[in-house]
């Protein structure tokens, strides 16, 4: 039978098929969904943070029961073939809080998921067909990466998450990284994410900007990850490490509160939970220090080298964001002027929930 899938799930079947999700073959069944979610590990023993579940809709049960080979259409084309194993309906409201920490319906995450469906088709795929829209041009795939990786000579990679278009500290961070490893995989996050987050177009042009005029481009390979913020936080952050390795990083950058929202999570339960699992996890973790601009010192600096605790202006994403949004001036202290007439002047942050 062929059954139809949402943008979403072709975003998390091709994540599987080109291998960013290693080592999951498909879509959770039953049994890996209550083993992620208990114990972060696939029923093999493999670690695995989160659930990568794909809805159906009831009405579409007995078919799918019948059929030996399902053919995973997206807009009307085979994209995937796939061979069904377990149709199953979770317990979201007795099992979310082990993923979010919560249930709290608003945390934006479990809002996503909770809305993704109620009925749920596991097993293996068979991937054909890459996804095509306006971001392709953007994303780099993990084959890409190892070959770019290999040609650049890089010997040690550190991978960056982000979200956000860079302003000084991400730099910062950025410059330690290079120092430190000599490479770099800069990863903007380009899936589902929330309201007043940042559009792709003024994340991947910012970091251009900054690539080419201020860093080694022999040096970094940026690539977008088209998956959906989770804002799972500390099991979100294995996710990305998990990820990253996948990409070929040898190392992984995690910063304070990693993919967290509101007050959620503890500023050091990301860095610790991945600490905790990084050697099974084959990635060396990183804990970020976020760096500060320190007022004696005049530049951007960390506690590690700075002492003037009194003069320490820390550098809120929060703050620049609304001084963005409302057109204000801001220091070229924070963000370099390139970068905001990079995206100034031009629609930068997402408007609506989807
Ligand atoms: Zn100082």
Redesign the pocket.
């Known amino acids: 039978m062929r059954l139809n899938i949402n943008f979403d799930s072709y975003l998390e079947l091709e994540k599987i098929g080109i291998g960013a999700f290693k080592p999951l073959k498909g879509f959770m069944t039953e049994s890996d969904f209550y083993s992620v979610v208990d114990h972060l590990r696939l029923p093999n023993g493999k670690i695995f943070p989160l659930p990568v579940i794909l809805p159906i809709s009831y009405s579409l049960i007995p078919e799918i029961k019948k059929s030996k080979k399902i053919y995973l259409s997206y807009k009307n084309t085979t994209v995937a073939t796939m061979e069904p194993e377990s149709i199953f309906k979770p317990d979201f409201k007795k099992y979310i809080k082990k993923i979010f920490g919560t249930n709290d319906e608003s945390h934006p995450g479990y809002k996503m998921l909770l809305a993704s469906g109620k009925y749920f088709l596991g097993g293996s795929i068979n991937f054909l067909k890459k996804v095509e829209n306006k971001y392709t041009s953007y994303e780099k795939t993990p084959l890409d990466v190892r070959k770019r990786i290999k040609e650049l000579g890089l010997k040690y990679v550190a991978g960056f998450q982000t979200r956000n278009v860079p302003h000084k500290a991400h730099e910062h961070i950025l410059q330690l990284a290079l120092q430190e490893y000599g490479g770099l995989l800069i990863q903007p996050l380009i899936g589902k994410k929330k309201k007043g987050d940042f559009l792709p177009e003024a994340v991947m042009t910012s970091y251009n900007v900054l690539i080419k005029n201020f860093l080694p481009e022999n040096k970094i390979i940026l690539g977008a990850l088209t998956t959906s913020m989770r804002y799972a936080g500390p099991r979100e952050a294995i996710f990305h490490a998990l990820i990253r390795r996948n990409y070929g990083c040898t190392h992984f950058l995690v910063g304070r509160d990693h993919a967290g929202v509101g007050d959620y999570y503890g500023e050091y339960e990301a860095q610790n939970l991945c600490k905790k699992y990084e050697k099974e996890l084959k990635i060396k973790i990183v804990k970020i220090r976020g760096p500060f601009y320190?007022?004696?010192?005049k530049?951007i600096?960390t506690d590690d080298i700075?002492?003037?605790s009194k003069?320490?202006i820390p550098i809120s994403g929060t703050a620049i964001r609304n001084a963005l949004i409302n057109n204000n001036p801001i220091s070229d202290k924070f963000m370099r002027p390139e970068i905001i007439n990079s995206i100034k002047g031009k629609e930068i942050f997402i408007n609506d929930e989807d």
Not at 294 to 297: A, F, G, I, P
């Open positions: 320190c007022d004696k010192c530049k600096t700075c002492k003037h003069h320490k």
